[in-house]
Structures are given as structure tokens and as C-alpha cells.
């Protein structure tokens, strides 16, 4: 599970600011003034950074005095903003292997991970509800998740995610619905794909591969088939938002869907798209048909992708995260995986955070840092 943090290390690294409390408890009026304008600028950077006005050291030359009233009133505004502090659920940690599979069970051992983050001060869990073109909830389109009764499709005779709405809700957090869109079957998991697999019920949808199997980006019946997906879990449960991880084309071997680029090429009478501009174009047509049905069912969800923390990574998955950050109709949010530390001699974390500032042009759209809690103390 990793840490999603909204208000990054780079900010407080850079600008050295102290928490609201601190704030509140300092007598001295010099002291009071300074850290104010530290707080105030942590602030507006955060909310308003662009492109244009990149991060850089700011002088004080602002001889007003501030009071202490402006301070709460700075600090309550910060207070009012929603600020994701997330925390991911995978497939892992709902496997019910060490348990007897019943109800009883899951309820244990779900309880056990929503109290954990209520008391560290999560405020939305995420979920991984498709981890395998399969459900951890009664769908019309996946059959049942393995991670709950050891075989897919086999019926666990209880909704999991209907509990899990309703547990953490109770607990006063939010919960969204992370999706696998693409994968079907790594190399060795699941074990065995169920008769009523999308992929085995029509192989046409997927592709082989050496790591395992996966829907085909270029097929229309496989972006139907995740965006349907999708429809129901928004439809039927009471979720807050919808997440798609950083699994996309699987590779860039042009075998890969060969038989569907020169089907287009055919139809286009070959004055089309190059093979990555094509690949990412199918990316793009998934992306922006799941963000219009979530929002034509219920506006108040959210739709977010984790992509990888290196911006320029994603290229070779064809991922057009610099489309997704700039552009209206893809995105509510985006969460890229930033596990590296301030020391990482490949990419630093403040790095890798400024690349993303900086392609996150549209201001409708929020960023929140992935960060991977088993690295810390680390310098990788």
C-alpha cells in the first residue's frame, strides 16, 4: 500500500513551512509575521502553479503587518480545499487464502484495514476491484475475483464492495473503485481463467503475451467491454471515484496489434496516424469514453489515473498523460506513481514533480503525489 500525498516534500523542503498548529502557538509577533508569509506562499503555489510562473525563491516585500486574524483565515481557507490522503488497497491485501472465505471474514479483515487508516488520517481508500478482468463485486461483465473464493468465477455468496461502500463511508472517508483496465492474466495469476472470461468467451478482445494476457487497446468490443465495466460499478455502488492504474500497452513489439493498425492503414488509404500515434490514440478514445459515462451517470464521482512517476516513461506504454493534464473530457485527477526520493540519483522526486507541474496546464485538473510508503527511510 502507498501514501498519496497532496502536499509534497518539495514544498516543505523548499519553503520550510511549519505546520498550522505550530503557527498558532508562536508568541512572538516577528516570528508570527514570517511564518505567515511562508504559509501563504505554500498555498498559492499549490493551487496556482503553472507553466508559466515556475517555483522559485520569493523575497519578502511585503511590509503590512499581519495579524493573527489573517492567519486563521488563511489556515481556515487551506482547511476548507480537499485535499486527497489516500491510500491503496490491492488485491493482495483482500485475499482471503489465510481465511475460511466466508463473509464473517472479509468483514474482519476489511474492518481491520478501514480502522488502520482511520486512525493514521486517511481520508479516501482506493480500492482494487478488478485486478484481473474479473470483480470483486456481483458484475454482469466480469465474473468473481479468485482473491476471494481461490477460483474466478466461483460466487463468494457476498458483494464486497457493497460492504466496503458501506463500511468505509460509516467511517467518514471516501472510497474509489481501482481498475485494471487491460489486464486479463499475468504469468501466473490467476491460475486458471473461469468459462466466462470476457477473454475466453472472445480471444478476439485480448492478446498473448509472454507475460501474460491482456485486452487488445485497438479493440472496439475490448473498449466497450471496460467502459461497460465501468458503467455498472459507478451505476450500482455508492463509490466516490474511479481509478485506473498505470497498466496500458503491455509492449511496444509491433506485433502486438499488427492485424489492427493495418486494418486502419487499409481503411485510411494509408494517410494515418504513425504506430505510436495510433496506439496512444486508442489509449485516448478509452480514457475519454469512461470519463463521459462516468460523469452522465453521477457528476459528483471522480475519474483519476496513477501513471508512472517518470513523465516520459509513460511513451512507451502510450499513455498521453501531457493530453490527459492539459485537455477537458479525460480526467478529474491525476495521481502519478512518484517513488523516488529526494536522493534517487536517476530522477529525483523534486524533479520528477516539476515535470508534472509543468504539464498540468489545465487548472480543472487536480495532482496528487503517489508515494510508495515501503521506500521510506530509502534513498532509492
Known amino acids: 500500500m502507498a501514501i498519496i500525498f497532496t502536499i509534497t516534500k518539495y514544498i516543505i523542503r523548499k519553503y520550510n513551512i511549519i505546520s498550522p498548529k505550530g503557527l498558532l502557538i508562536l508568541k512572538t509577533k516577528i516570528y508570527l509575521s514570517l511564518l505567515a ?9 499549490l493551487n496556482y502553479y503553472e507553466v508559466a510562473n515556475p517555483v522559485k525563491e520569493v523575497s519578502n516585500t511585503n511590509t503590512v503587518p499581519i495579524t493573527e486574524s489573517t492567519i486563521k483565515k488563511v489556515i481556515k481557507k487551506s482547511e476548507d480545499k480537499f485535499f486527497m490522503k489516500g491510500i491503496w488497497v490491492t488485491y493482495m491485501d483482500l485475499d482471503m487464502s489465510d481465511t475460511d ?27 482494487q476491484v478488478r485486478p484481473f478482468s474479473d470483480a470483486l463485486y456481483n458484475s454482469n461483465v466480469y465474473p468473481y475475483s479468485h482473491i476471494l473464493t481461490g477460483e474466478q468465477g466461483k460466487n463468494p455468496n457476498y458483494d464486497g464492495l457493497k460492504y466496503m461502500c458501506k463500511k468505509v463511508h460509516s467511517s467518514g472517508m471516501r472510497i474509489e473503485a481501482w481498475v485494471n483496465p487491460y489486464r486479463v492474466k499475468s504469468k501466473k495469476v490467476p491460475e486458471k481463467l473461469s468459462s466466462d472470461n470476457p477473454y475466453i468467451k472472445d480471444s478476439s ?11 487488445n487497446p485497438a479493440s472496439k468490443k475490448a473498449q466497450d467491454l471496460v ?28 506485433s502486438f496489434d499488427s492485424r489492427e493498425y493495418s486494418q486502419y492503414k487499409k481503411a485510411q488509404n494509408n494517410n494515418c496516424l504513425s504506430l505510436d500515434k495510433w496506439r496512444m490514440n486508442n489509449v ?7 470519463y463521459e459515462k462516468v460523469h452522465s451517470l453521477k457528476d459528483n464521482v471522480q475519474f483519476g489515473i496513477s501513471p508512472q512517476g517518470n513523465v516520459d516513461n509513460n511513451k512507451e506504454i502510450y499513455a498521453d498523460v501531457k493530453t490527459w493534464c492539459s485537455k477537458d473530457g479525460y480526467i478529474d485527477y491525476i495521481c502519478p506513481q512518484i517513488y523516488f526520493s529526494l536522493d534517487n540519483p536517476a530522477l529525483t522526486y523534486e524533479d520528477a514533480i516539476n515535470d508534472w507541474l509543468k504539464i498540468k ?9 503517489g508515494l510508495a510508503g515501503y521506500k521510506a527511510g530509502t534513498d532509492a
Not at 508569509?37 to 503555489?45: E, G, K, N, P, Q
Not at 478501514?114 to 480500492?127: A, M, R
Not at 478482445?205 to 485486452?215: A, M, P, Q, R, S
Open 37 to 45: 508569509l511562508s504559509l501563504l506562499i505554500a498555498v498559492i503555489t
Open 101 to 127: 472465505r466466508s463473509y464473517t471474514s472479509f468483514k474482519k479483515k476489511f474492518d481491520s484495514i478501514v480502522d488502520t487508516c482511520k486512525e493514521k488520517g486517511f481520508n479516501t481508500l482506493i480500492v
Open 205 to 215: 478482445i485480448g492478446v498473448e503475451t509472454d507475460d501474460g494476457i491482456y485486452l
Open 227 to 254: 467502459v461497460n465495466g465501468v458503467e455498472e460499478i459507478v451505476a450500482n455502488y455508492d463509490i466516490d471515484g474511479i481509478q485506473f492504474d498505470d497498466y496500458f500497452y503491455p509492449t511496444d513489439d509491433e
Open 284 to 290: 485516448n478514445t478509452l480514457i475519454k469514453k469512461v
Open 361 to 369: 496546464t489545465n487548472k480543472n485538473i487536480k495532482i496528487y503525489s
